[in-house]
């Protein structure tokens, strides 16, 4: 067997960021080859999520990243076991990256595209297995979508100070300079904030699936089903507009004003700014 110097052992640590034990074990399996040490780093990562793949992945954090025209905006989760290894360096490390794969990926959703797209000649799965191997636990990509636009508009993301929650929001303008209104700005980062604090089920109410809005109906028609019968209708319409109000984020009470609606403060924010703005979509990302 090669002796194993402490120098092979930094440099190995160096290029893999694992732990000085683990390195030593690999040079010393690959009988001092350091480039089949580093398969046997990636193997023993491989191994660990195999072995791991049954683990429930609720701890994590959201990732958010904008191109620099602000044109393409980003949103990904990364999950892993425990809220210790949530907070490492190491998986730290790996989510901040994977903000940075998620925005050079070509697709705008799948995760599985994410693990194949390549920055800097690595692939996110490699640069996965390798999170894993570090820290022992079951790490994958929970969510991914992307945003682009494709005329005037701005795209705004905001993340809960805990890194758990976090929300990227469309609005689409009538011309450039609306969107680029500081007053516009702020309204749409306020409106991301809100989306994160009230967790809206859509944009609007031709966007909740026909099953949720008879299963509500029913669920109102059981409550009120002592009541005269002639009644019981207008009474479920109003509980199902209520619904609505509650869940549909234009028709939501603003967080930051509850005496208007979110449509009414972007409408507002769009006047003030010389054009008009409209949500056209927006996604909510939460891990735990």
């Given at each position: ?69 602000g044109r393409t905006a980003t949103m990904a989760t990364l999950c892993c076991e425990t809220d210790f290894v949530a907070k490492s360096d190491d998986f730290i490390a790996a989510a901040q990256s994977l903000a ?119 669920i109102f028609a059981e409550q009120v089903k002592n009541k005269p019968e002639n009644i019981i209708e207008k ?54």
């Amino acid at each position: 067997m090669a002796e194993i110097s402490a120098a092979l052992v930094m440099k190995l640590r160096k290029m893999s960021g694992q732990g000085m034990m683990d390195c030593k074990k690999a040079l010393q399996e690959a009988d001092g080859d350091i480039n089949e040490a580093i398969n046997i780093l990636r193997k023993k990562g491989l191994a660990t999520l195999a072995k791991r793949a049954e683990r429930e992945t609720s701890q994590g954090l959201v990732v958010c990243k904008n191109s620099a025209d602000g044109r393409t905006a980003t949103m990904a989760t990364l999950c892993c076991e425990t809220d210790f290894v949530a907070k490492s360096d190491d998986f730290i490390a790996a989510a901040q990256s994977l903000a940075d794969f998620a925005l050079a990926c070509p697709a705008n959703e799948g995760i599985e595209n994410i693990l194949e797209t390549t920055v800097d000649g690595k692939k996110y799965n490699d640069l996965l297995t390798e999170t894993v191997s570090k820290t022992g636990e079951k790490t994958q990509v929970g969510d991914y979508t992307k945003y682009k636009l494709e005329g005037p508009g701005l795209i705004s993301t905001y993340i809960h100070f805990n890194g758990k929650v976090g929300t990227m929001v469309q609005i689409d303008t009538s011309d450039d300079a609306t969107a680029s209104s500081d007053m516009l700005k702020r309204t749409a980062g306020d409106i991301a904030m809100h989306i994160t604090a009230t967790k809206p089920l859509a944009l609007n109410k031709d966007q909740i699936d026909t099953e949720t809005i008879e299963r509500e109906k029913a669920i109102f028609a059981e409550q009120v089903k002592n009541k005269p019968e002639n009644i019981i209708e207008k009474i479920v319409m109003g509980k199902l507009q209520k619904f609505f109000a509650e869940n549909c984020l234009l028709q939501q009470p603003f967080v930051k004003d509850d005496s208007k609606t979110v449509e009414q403060v972007l409408a507002e924010a769009a006047k003030q700014s010389g054009g008009k703005a409209n949500i056209k979509r927006f996604a909510r990302f939460d891990v735990g």
